[in-house]
């Protein structure tokens, strides 16, 4: 029953990954659909890219740039950051996205309706009947039951179905980079500050809100992502891997995934809990620069990385930035 529950919680996370859009998630490169799949195998330990150097007048911030979904082997260490917290006065990281047992049980209750198909109805029944048709294409390559998934709305039974797609070419979203620079801080008894992005009443107020032509959109971006997009992100992880940011930014989105982003722009809910997001963060880091503090913080790269993100925002503001 744990588990059960447990995968309910994470309906809730991995719908917006299905959208291939919450919090620049999943940003890569559109590949050719015969493009060869290559499970990614690491040993050994991997400290992934170098930090950016936030610096002001008074304090200064490293950046951690993180993506996700990376290698399922990967061992994460890095000197650098290990060294950086020995002179730091704390750590900045998201706060985990965490519902109890009770609240699940709730959730699954009292959300059926925004959660499940109901009615009587199936995936099929719900799901535009072109979407259907590459989604149970897709079904059959990573399941061997018919109707797996189908009892789920269809943002939410994509989400499922990426993320058995992902561990079949040796990826996965269980390693949190977040996790592990935690447990140093405690190590070198460095402060920590979770930053509270969004809490379920978000997530389940974009889910509520959304349009069937923008769910529409955001499934065709994950169904691509599935069908042709699976190379770019053993590509992207591998990148982070081996620290090549040059590499990560030389990827551009699917035409799909730009779509879905688009229409979620034009979502009023989604659209404020993507902009709040980015200015919670450059909030929280220049409150410390300002302080004279030094901050290691712990960002999703796309947030950094993206047009406007959080690096452009710093440099508009006026601060250096030394890139790693």
Sequence with gaps: MGEFLRTRAWILTTSFVALAAFAGLSRAAQQEADAPIDEIVVSGERS????????????????????????????????QVEQILG????????????????????????????????????????????????????????????????RYRPIIATAFLEQAALHQVGLSARLNVGNEVRALARKHDVRIEEIKIAGVGDFLGALKTMSPDTENKCVAAALGTI????????????????????????????????????????????????????????????????RGEVSLAVVNMDLLLQPGGLLDRLRSDGYGIDAP
């Design 48 to 79: 992934g890219p170098g930090l950016w150097h936030v610096h002001g007048l008074q304090g200064e911030s490293w950046i951690l740039g993180t993506v996700s979904p990376l290698p399922r082997e990967i061992t994460w260490r890095s000197a």
């Design 87 to 150: 002179g730091a006065q704390l750590v900045l990281v998201s706060k985990p996205f965490e519902i109890g047992i009770i609240r699940e049980l709730w959730l699954f209750i009292t959300q059926r309706d925004l959660l499940m198909v109901t009615g009587g109805r199936s995936l099929r029944d719900v799901m535009a009947p072109d979407l259907y048709a590459r989604f149970a294409r897709l079904r059959s390559l990573y399941s061997p039951d018919p109707d797996k998934w189908s």
């Design 227 to 290: 069908e042709t997009g699976l190379p770019r992100l053993v590509s992207r992880a591998a990148a982070w891997v081996t620290g090549d940011i040059a590499r990560i930014q030389s990827l551009p989105e699917s035409a799909e995934v730009d779509a879905c982003l688009a229409a979620l722009g034009g979502d009023t809910r989604a659209a404020d809990l993507l902009a709040r997001i980015r200015n919670t963060w450059v909030a929280a880091i220049e409150d410390h620069l300002r």
